[in-house]
């Protein structure tokens, strides 16, 4: 049994360092997304491509290449190699990135598997995690083959898929590893596991409204609050036809809809506040604390980036911010199960 504790150890912590390379991983996608840099790799090369241009030659082949697309004749035209170089380094370092999980999940993977260190429960898990991570690669490449059109931008449907996965792999990695490391918290209150599962669900949902809103710039205008255009409800709203599309394609509901998602999972949070704040065990109290402090700054740093119309920082902050506060009610959820 100790050995077997001590194996669960090691393999939470790797986990937990792979969900820590995921969260670096998302914020740089993030910059790579505001920077607009992610269509400055044209081809996909998953071996060779993890080595940069080296000298002059190499970067004149790479830069020409890009001369060929769409995206420099149409917005990028006259372009200095220079600014070329800028953008690549955030597309490049995305790319890096994504490779260097790769190997921090497969070496590892492999030897607490050679070792028998991996229980038999778990094995389907971590084979799961393994495949989500291949997929991931796969669909970050169908995101970018869709802005090498005549439309020099990436789909914002193919651009929220690549976030949404990102996010529920970190969210099965760090939940799997929670409950390897999590002793039980034994409680007589009757707790609002229900609540803090439909919270998640709500602030996973939250975070795909946000890729929307990044795909479609809906940041970059309607930079006022608590009102939209002087209104609580904008005229606009559902001005598309079929309404469906409204959800998806109308750049004003969706930002108004990120809103609106927001204000909900502060009320749904202070909510699972009030029930863990009474708990008799103090961790989970303190893991209630915590989450409802991280919600709310959250969302300060929501608004904080519309009125300041979307500034790098502030965005991969505030990008950053929704891993955390995902986190964080993971972290509650554990503590209210009781494991």
């Known amino acids: 049994m100790l050995q077997e504790n001590r194996n669960d150890r090691q393999i939470a912590c790797w986990l937990l360092f792979v969900c820590a390379m995921i969260f670096c991983m998302v914020i740089v996608g993030g910059v790579t997304r505001l920077t607009e840099s992610g269509l400055s790799m044209v081809n996909w090369k998953p071996l060779s491509g993890i080595i940069p241009p080296m000298n002059d030659a190499q970067w004149a082949e790479e830069f020409t290449a890009y001369q060929q697309y769409p995206e420099y004749q149409k917005v990028n035209h006259g372009m200095s190699l220079v600014e070329f170089k800028a953008i690549f380094f955030w597309e490049y370092s995305h790319r890096l990135l994504g490779r260097l999980i790769g190997l921090a999940f497969f070496v590892p993977f492999m030897i607490f598997l050679l070792k028998r260190k991996v229980s038999g429960t778990l094995k389907p898990k971590l084979w799961l995690m393994f495949f989500l991570g291949g997929l991931q690669g796969g669909l970050g490449w169908w995101m970018v083959k869709s802005g090498l059109t005549d439309h020099p931008d990436v789909s914002h449907y193919r651009l929220t898929a690549h ?22 918290c034994e409680g007589t209150r009757k707790r609002p596991v229900v609540s803090l599962i439909f919270l998640i669900g709500l602030i996973f949902v939250q975070i795909l409204l946000g890729g929307l809103v990044a795909g479609l710039n809906a940041g970059m205008i309607f930079n006022t609050w608590p009102l939209m255009e002087e209104q609580i409800i904008p005229m606009g709203l559902y001005s598309m036809t079929p309404w469906y599309m409204n959800i998806f394609e109308n750049i004003m509901t969706v930002q108004f809809n990120h809103r609106m998602l927001a204000y909900f999972i502060g009320l749904l ?44 920082p502030l965005a991969a902050a505030h990008q950053g911010g929704a891993l955390i506060t995902l986190s964080a009610a993971l972290f509650a959820l554990r503590r209210v199960k009781g494991r």
């Open 163 to 184: 976030l949404g996965l990102a996010v529920l792999i970190y969210l099965y990695m760090f939940w799997v590893a929670s409950g390897l490391l999590m002793s039980r």
């Open 269 to 312: 949070g202070l909510y699972v506040w009030l029930r863990t704040s009474k708990d008799t065990h103090i961790n989970v109290r303190l893991a209630g604390h915590m989450m409802v402090l991280i919600i709310l700054g959250q969302g300060v740093l929501g608004v904080l980036t519309l009125i300041h119309v979307v500034p790098i």
